[in-house]
C-alpha cells in the first residue's frame, strides 16, 4: 500500500498545528538525512519524494535542511518524539518504516543505507520484537 | 519471538548456506520449505504458499529475481526477502522497483536476520488485523 507522512499525519490527533507539524517534519526529515545522502540522490528524484512522501516541497525542505544542518542529531531523541507523536501506535510506526524503507532502497541500495534503515527500524520496534 | 508462527520458504543453491540458515529457521518457526534455485522456489510457493519467502538473488535455472517477479505477480503483497552482499545493484534497483524490501545482508548476522523476520511477521500480522476490521 502506498504510504505518505500527509496520510499519517492526517490520523495523528496531536498535531494541531503548523509548529507541530514542521517539528515533525523536521525529525524525519533528519531520520532520512541519516539513511540517505541527499547530496548523492538526483535533485529532480529527491524532491519529488520528499514531496510525495514527507508532504516537503522544495522550498520547505530547503529551510529544514538549513536547521538540519544546525540541528545536534540525536537519533535515539528523534525516534522516540516520533514514536510519541504518532501515538506509539504500531500500525502508524509501520506506515512511517515504510516511508523510510523507500527512501533507503529507491535510489539501488547500497549496504550502508539500508544498514542506517535497519538501525533506525529496530529503534523503533525493539519492544514490539 | 513472533516467526514461531509463520511458515517460511528457504531458496538457496549453495548446500552449506542452506544447511545453517535451515538449521536457524527451523528451531524459530513454523515450518521451512526448502528450494534449491528459483525454478523450485516458484513451485514449491505455489504448493505452500508460505507466509515469507527468503532467497539468494544469484542461482541456475531461474535467479531469486526472476521468482521474485513470478510471485509479485501472482500475489503483490507476499513479503519477500532477498540476501545480498550489496554488490549487486542493478539486481537491486529492479528488486525495489518489484516491491522487495527486506535485504539480508551477507554475511550473515544471526540478531539483524532475526530482527529483519521479525519485523516482515510484524508486518505481516498488522496486515492480517487491518483486514480483519
Known amino acids: ?129 | 519471538m513472533r516467526l514461531e508462527n509463520f511458515t517460511i520458504l528457504y531458496v538457496e543453491d549453495d548446500l552449506t548456506t542452506q544447511e545453517i540458515i535451515k538449521d536457524i529457521l527451523s528451531s524459530s518457526s513454523k515450518e521451512v520449505f526448502i528450494a534449491n534455485d528459483g525454478q523450485e522456489g516458484l513451485e514449491l510457493y505455489k504448493e505452500k504458499q508460505p507466509d515469507i519467502v527468503l532467497s539468494d538473488i544469484a542461482m541456475p535455472n531461474m535467479d531469486g529475481l526472476e521468482m521474485s517477479e513470478a510471485i509479485k505477480k501472482m500475489n503483490p503483497t507476499q513479503p519477500i526477502a532477498l540476501f545480498t552482499a550489496f554488490s549487486e545493484s542493478a539486481f537491486l534497483k529492479r528488486a525495489a522497483e518489484l516491491g522487495v524490501a527486506t535485504y539480508i545482508l551477507k554475511p550473515l548476522d544471526e540478531e539483524q536476520f532475526f530482527n529483519s523476520l521479525n519485523y516482515m511477521a510484524l508486518e505481516i500480522e498488522l496486515e492480517k488485523m487491518k483486514s480483519e476490521q
Open chain 1, 1 to 129: 500500500m502506498e504510504t505518505n507522512l500527509k496520510k499519517i499525519s492526517d490520523l495523528i490527533n496531536n498535531q494541531k498545528n503548523i509548529e507541530d507539524e514542521k517539528k515533525f517534519k523536521l525529525a524525519s526529515a533528519s531520520l532520512v538525512c541519516t539513511i540517505v545522502d541527499i547530496n548523492q540522490l538526483p535533485p529532480k528524484k529527491y524532491c519529488k519524494l520528499f514531496q510525495d512522501n514527507l508532504n516537503l516541497p522544495q522550498n520547505e525542505f530547503e529551510l529544514i535542511q538549513r536547521e538540519l544542518n544546525n540541528d545536534a542529531l540525536n537519533i535515539e531523541d528523534k525516534v522516540s518524539y516520533i514514536k510519541n507523536e504518532l501515538n506509539n501506535n504500531m500500525y502508524q510506526i509501520m506506515e512511517f518504516l515504510k516511508i523510510l524503507n523507500k527512501f533507503a532502497i529507491v535510489n539501488g541500495c547500497t549496504q550502508k543505507s539500508y544498514r542506517e534503515f535497519e538501525l533506525i527500524r529496530d529503534k523503533f520496534l525493539r519492544e514490539f520484537y
